[in-house]
């Protein structure tokens, strides 16, 4: 059974950084790719940003890009997305995502 577990959100002030996290197990992480997805208030969930099975690949939705790095760590089954600069506007619960699974996901709040 596909888990994925995320950790590291909380509050935050606008310029500020956070790095969330996601431990996989159940499958064979080295395999499959690894998104981050967001949800706010009142939104559509959004795509973030996904790394490739090794890594080598990376992609970032553009309102991130320069401010957040995904990465992934093979030997603990987990993905990370680096959070810096944060703005308002990144608050949301943030999900992690493989194989058409969801994690119950982490909360990250940036006041102004």
């Known amino acids: 059974e596909v888990q994925l577990v995320e950790s590291g959100g909380g509050l935050v002030q606008a310029g500020g950084s956070l790095r969330v996290s996601c431990a996989a197990s159940g499958f064979s992480f080295d395999e499959y790719a690894m998104g981050w997805f967001r949800q706010a208030p009142g939104k559509e969930r959004e795509g973030v940003s996904c790394?490739?099975?090794?890594?080598?690949?990376?992609y970032y939705t553009n309102s991130v890009k320069g401010r957040f790095t995904i990465s992934r760590d093979r030997a603990k089954n987990t993905v990370y997305l680096q959070m810096n600069t944060l703005k308002p506007e990144d608050t949301a619960v943030y999900y992690c995502?493989?194989?058409?699974?969801w994690g119950q996901g982490t909360q990250v709040t940036v006041s102004s």
């Open positions: 995502t493989s194989l058409g699974s």
């Open positions: 790394i490739s099975s090794i890594g080598g690949n990376t």
